[in-house]
């Protein structure tokens, strides 16, 4: 067995994986919010932003292809993880009493799963265009861009459609207050004065992309943000 | 102070166990709380039943033998102590006391709360030692040691090997003991040739066993009887890391 598939197969090695895949969602999940708050500077910041990207071509099929890989890696290794984690306690506890770990650390999997379910759901709603009769209707900003503004806010239009997006960002914070310092501890990045830091600062980061996030579904939903086109 | 007890009796390990029910009448508070195990076993006893099997030795906290999980906690509700440096006036009087073994599929059960934890010894068999003999204790300057890793290599050999990190684990990891059993070779000069290859074998020995994976909860920490911080388990996948890549390198 050489090194390296001994590393994959082992514990350590799995944790590890599940780690760095996690470190590059993660930052993927803080430029898209940066990408995202543009709404609030207007219409053409948002569009143009969404047409560079689009220019990217090639490249952005790069990173598109680089965050599949990871998400798969990610919920392959923890599933993996996770079974093991299963089959070690067989007997379970009957009382069962927890002094420090968690309700994130110990729900990492069902808050990793609605998570995936909202992404599914979010690239078929604004990737896709999909779910709203009025995407299909929208004609091109008049630098002739495709108008994200609009869709965006006649997207979050729809009540049960912000509730989920709400529901599925509590879910990603939830998980990133683990997260976000608990891969430090996986990549062996980390000692005993730096834990509790690093545990307080992932639970600011965390609950930062939260408000971040929410606060454009909520705009719309409070009116703040109208459609630059009306349908 | 009297309690109310709630025991996991099972007769051998492919029997079906279930809880049974005690009273303990009269306990001192500072009673400890396998002294009061041995009241109500020494009840049952006179009365023609079979007493309950639970596992103890020095009964001063060294030995690590005493494994229970007590309303729920490894080793009870006080921190940082063994079993037998727990006191039942940690107890609110006429209350109910849950007790449990340590669960975990590598720690067998053998009867009642005795369970068997040879899967720890296994680990440390793998790679936990230093090979070459290296005669009496020598002059204690002659090999020098910086006071910084020499402080952290003795607050990993304090590890007593109880198990209690495992039984607490919400994944039953033993992530906790096997990285103070590398930490405190892994700091120290005496450790260094075999460091490669030892923690390589007792990670491997540790997931042959079937214990579960860390998830970083630090559960394990809170009930660490010698008080091992989860840090140590940062500092072995920190070399474990280093292990695989001076392997790769190697190769």
């Known amino acids: 067995m050489t090194a390296f598939s001994a590393f994959y197969r082992s514990s350590i090695g799995k944790k590890m994986i599940v780690a760095l895949t996690g470190v590059i969602l993660m930052l993927f999940v803080i430029g898209h919010l940066l990408g995202n708050l543009q709404i609030f500077l207007g219409p053409r910041w948002v569009n143009d932003y969404a047409q560079h990207l689009r220019d990217l071509g090639p490249l952005l099929w790069a990173v598109r292809i680089t965050l599949l890989i990871a998400v798969f890696l990610h919920i392959y290794f923890t599933v993996s993880l996770a079974l093991d984690n299963r089959r070690a306690r067989p007997q379970r506890y009957q009382k069962r009493d927890y002094i420090k770990a968690s309700y994130a650390s110990r729900h990492m999997v069902v808050s990793g799963l609605v998570v995936l379910a909202f992404i599914v759901f979010h690239l078929l709603h604004f990737t896709g265009r999909k779910f709203n009769a009025r995407f299909p209707m929208l004609k091109n900003d008049p630098l002739n861009h495709y108008d994200v503004y609009s869709m965006m806010v006649y997207g979050f239009q729809d009540v049960y459609v912000s509730a989920f997006y709400i529901i599925g960002l509590f879910l990603l914070t939830l998980h990133l207050t683990h997260g976000a310092s608990s891969f430090f501890q996986s990549l062996g990045l980390n000692d005993k004065k730096l834990t509790p830091q690093l545990a307080f600062a992932a639970r600011v980061f965390a609950w930062l992309l939260f408000v971040g996030y929410a606060a454009i579904p909520v705009a719309v939903l409070l009116g703040f943000i109208q459609p630059a086109q009306q349908l | ?251």
Request: one cysteine or more; hydrophobic letters at 40%.
């Open chain 2, 1 to 251: 102070m009297n309690f109310k007890l709630k025991i996991w009796r099972q007769a051998d390990p492919k029997s079906k166990g279930k809880f049974a029910t005690y009273e303990a009448r009269n306990i001192s508070p500072d009673t400890s709380f396998l002294e009061m195990l041995d009241m109500v076993n020494d009840e049952l006893t006179e009365r023609g039943e079979a007493p309950i099997a639970f596992d103890s030795d020095c009964r001063e906290g060294i030995c690590g033998t005493c494994a229970l999980t007590i309303n729920g906690q490894a080793h009870g509700p006080k921190h940082p102590a063994a079993v037998c440096q727990l006191y039942m006036r940690s107890f609110d009087d006429g209350k109910t006391i849950t007790v449990e073994p340590f669960r975990a599929k590598p720690f067998p059960l053998v009867r009642d709360l005795v369970i068997d934890r040879s899967a720890l010894d296994r680990i440390v068999q793998a790679g936990g030692f230093i090979a070459a003999r290296a005669g009496s204790a020598p002059e204690a300057n002659s090999i020098p040691v910086p006071k910084h890793n020499a402080d952290l290599a003795m607050e990993a050999a304090a590890c007593i090997g109880c198990g209690a990190c495992a039984a607490a684990c919400p994944n039953a990891s033993a992530m906790l003991f096997t990285a103070a059993k590398v930490s405190h070779l892994a700091f120290l000069p005496q450790g260094a040739p075999e460091r490669t290859s030892r923690v390589t074998k007792m990670v491997r020995q540790m997931d042959a066993e079937g214990f579960g994976n860390c998830t970083n909860t630090y559960e394990c920490e809170a009930v660490c009887p010698a008080e091992i911080s989860a840090s140590f388990i940062a500092k072995l996948n920190r070399e474990y890391a280093r292990a695989i890549l001076q392997r790769s390198v190697g190769e």
